[in-house]
């Protein structure tokens, strides 16, 4: 017997029994697809959060870690240590080798969210993931000094649409505290999904924030002075201080020497980040999470590789006549075993081709759901060497994992001879 | 996927004024075993600029007042000044490199002033131009057998996909965009 026989006996033998194998090749194939679907999606989620702002080359705040600036300017988490007085920020902004600057101004909240006093430039130049631009969902960027844009996340838990009022509240704290009721806000626009912190803002224009501040003082409302919206439109504000400053510079090169001085600044002690190397800093941080998908796909895949040899080991018994029949026609020991070791590499080979049709299948479907609902932008390129590696590798360990059953044919094979025991 | 990422980050803010350090501008980070490096490409230009302990380089970081001492820092400068066979880019890339500038207080034989003391760097900015930037896949980083005493770089970078940071040793020491 040359090999080629034994192969085609091999499928024509899996052929036979069907149902099982068909069984056992499809759940072989989901834990092969699991694998590398995990990994897939663990290297966009890693990209999407390493990406979370990508169109800013610098953020600048007071001086502190470049974790917590990260975590206050970007994920709106904790809150920055000092300011960045106005006067440092048009310094920042007038340097040459700046091509444009976003102020941010944190600290009032609105139901649970954050509000950001920025520009309209925000949404021109934040970018996330692969470098996409803000969407509006509906309405437009702030025009008036009492306007609101809010997130996509805000808008779905509060409710909101273009042209509904939104009151402000002073501080961090919920509804119900130090609130700005006499400056109600109006919806102007609703932001698309985008999977970042975004969604969970509420955007006013700078000077809003300082509005509705103008008849407060140290925190509180000043007693007796209420200034209302109309008069406040006709006044002008400049703000005294701003929390962050997104920063674009002209050319990559220009980054780290900007990111340097700013870094020196004399006035004020300020901090400047790459927020794409603070962000992996943080990925980086939660290491382990990322440590248990891949433990979690190992195991998936032992247990595929488990229900294959099972199978074959289970079927051993029914196919005692088979194999015997085989011996009586000269089938040599080492004949069986090659014969089961095919079963299981043919078995394998067709899981993982199986996987990947699986793979992009359930990707397509998933891509434009996980995308609207999660902000998760899962790129379907053709697979990667690694996946490619992987497959290989789980087709050797699903051969070698068919030699316990082939082993057991040959033993089995050599003491029952042709006559059959039921 | 970002409430997960958030809760994950909340944990860390109570964490964070641990992770925060030492409130010091990375420029004025110093330690024996642990250089810098930021790289940049921008069109077919890649600029890397290295920062690294005179302990990582010569061995010692006071200025240089034996003549031997005086013979190491030329040596190692003349070393660091060759770009071409500290960074291999991929031979598609076809980089050449077009210059490279070495600084160091130990360079100057300057008794008046003295600086950052005992604690002296060797700063080097490099320049390449690539034939075929697309081809720019990584770049091996050979700093390490040139300067058996340096451990660790500490990378930033920016490159078409983006900023990254990444950490190279003697064992890994290649750096993919």
């Known amino acids: 017997m040359s090999r080629a026989p034994i192969l085609s006996l091999a499928v024509k033998s899996l052929m036979n029994r069907r149902l099982t194998v068909g069984l056992t090749l499809f759940a072989l194939a989901v834990s092969m697809m699991l694998v590398l679907g995990v990994e897939k999606v663990r290297g966009e989620a890693k990209l999407s959060f390493a990406n979370t702002i990508s169109g800013a080359d610098l953020i600048v705040g007071a001086r502190s870690g470049s974790i917590q600036l990260l975590l206050y300017s970007v994920f709106r988490i904790g809150n920055a240590t000092n300011n960045i007085s106005w006067k440092s920020y048009q310094q920042i902004a007038a340097r040459p080798g700046v091509a444009w600057t976003v102020p941010m101004s944190l600290g009032d909240s609105h139901r649970g969210f954050r509000v950001l006093g920025t520009t309209g430039d925000f949404f021109w130049h934040y970018r996330h993931g692969r470098k996409r631009n803000l969407k509006f969902s509906g309405g437009k960027p702030f025009n008036d000094l009492f306007d609101a844009v809010v997130g996509s996340d805000v808008a779905k838990a509060l409710g909101y649409n273009v042209g509904d009022a939104v009151v402000v509240a002073h501080g961090l704290g919920r509804e119900g505290f130090k609130t700005h009721s006499d400056k109600p806000f109006k919806v102007s626009g609703v932001l698309a999904k985008t999977g970042t912190p975004v969604d969970r803002t509420v955007f006013v224009s700078l000077e809003a924030i300082e509005a509705i501040h103008v008849d407060w003082q140290s925190g509180s409302p000043i007693p007796g002075m209420s200034i209302g919206a109309d008069k406040v439109r006709q006044m002008k504000f400049t703000p005294k201080a701003i929390t962050a400053v997104l920063v674009g510079t002209k050319s990559r090169f220009g980054a780290f020497g900007l990111q340097r001085s700013i870094n020196e600044f004399p006035a004020e002690p300020l901090l400047a980040i790459l927020p794409g190397v603070a962000l992996q800093e943080l990925w980086d941080l939660m290491g382990t999470a990322e440590l248990a998908l891949s433990v979690i796909s190992v195991f998936v895949i032992a247990a595929g590789l488990l229900g294959m040899v099972t199978m074959l080991l289970a079927g051993l018994n029914e196919r005692r006549r088979e194999l015997a029949i085989l011996r009586s026609v000269g089938a040599q020991p080492r004949h069986l075993f090659a014969l089961l070791a095919a079963e299981a590499g043919t078995l394998s080979v067709a899981a993982a081709g199986a996987a990947l049709a699986l793979l992009y299948g359930v990707f397509l479907i998933a891509q434009p759901i996980l995308d609207a609902e999660f902000g998760l932008f899962i790129e379907i390129t053709s697979p990667s060497r690694h996946d490619l590696t992987v497959l290989g590798m789980m087709i050797v360990a699903g051969t070698l994992a068919g030699f316990l059953p082939a082993w057991r044919a040959c033993r089995q094979a050599l003491a029952d001879g042709l006559i059959v025991r039921t | ?177």
């Not at chain 2, 400068?77 to 050449?96: R, V």
């Open chain 2, 1 to 177: 996927m970002e409430n997960l990422v958030r809760t994950a980050l909340a944990g860390l803010v109570v964490t964070g004024s641990l992770l925060a350090v030492s409130p010091v501008s990375a420029a004025e980070k110093h330690a024996h075993g642990e250089g810098e490096l930021k790289l940049a490409i921008e069109g077919n230009k890649v600029v890397i600029e290295l920062t690294a302990p005179g302990s990582d380089i010569v061995g010692f970081e006071h200025k240089p007042s034996l003549d031997a001492d005086r013979k190491a820092v030329a040596a190692a400068a003349a070393m660091l000044k060759d770009g071409g066979a500290l960074f291999a880019f991929p031979d598609k890339a076809g980089c050449k490199m077009q210059e490279a500038d070495v600084h160091s207080e130990m360079l100057h034989d300057d008794k008046h002033k003295h600086g950052d003391g005992d604690h002296a760097e060797f700063e080097v900015h490099y320049s390449f131009s690539c034939a075929t930037p697309s081809a720019l896949t990584h770049v091996d980083v050979r700093y390490f057998k040139a300067f058996p005493r340096a451990h660790e770089l500490e990378v930033q970078m920016i490159t078409q996909k983006g900023q990254g940071a990444a950490e190279l040793t003697a064992s890994s020491s290649r750096l993919t965009f």
